[in-house]
């Protein structure tokens, strides 16, 4: 703790602009990757650059994940290749739902 918290007595929060979850969000919820940003930062904090770059990669990769999805695209992708090449096969018929006929409704 510092002995003068200068952010605290000019009213001003900095750690708020650097960090992008933090930010003031809509009804006061904390947004939806808060926690992993939180969890990186805390890795890193006190240790340095270099090593918080190596110590801190599983909190960082998360982080990235909840931000981007990409490895969640990346399996989606390959789940409808293969559902797509199981349909060639003939080995995987989707059910009408699935193929965009509704059912009949009353």
Known sequence: ???????RQLGI?????????????PHRKASAC???????VEC?????RTRAQRECQPEYEDFMECMH???LAKRLKIILEQ?????????YTPPDCHKGKE???P
């Open 1 to 7: 703790m510092p002995f003068w918290d200068l952010q």
């Open 13 to 25: 929060d900095v750690d708020t602009w650097l960090l992008r979850q933090s930010m003031p969000q």
């Open 34 to 40: 808060h926690a992993f940003e939180r969890e990186w």
């Open 44 to 48: 890193g904090h006190g240790l340095g």
């Open 69 to 71: 999805r990409t490895k």
């Open 83 to 91: 559902r797509d090449k199981m349909i060639k096969e003939g080995k």
């Open 103 to 105: 059912e009949p409704r």
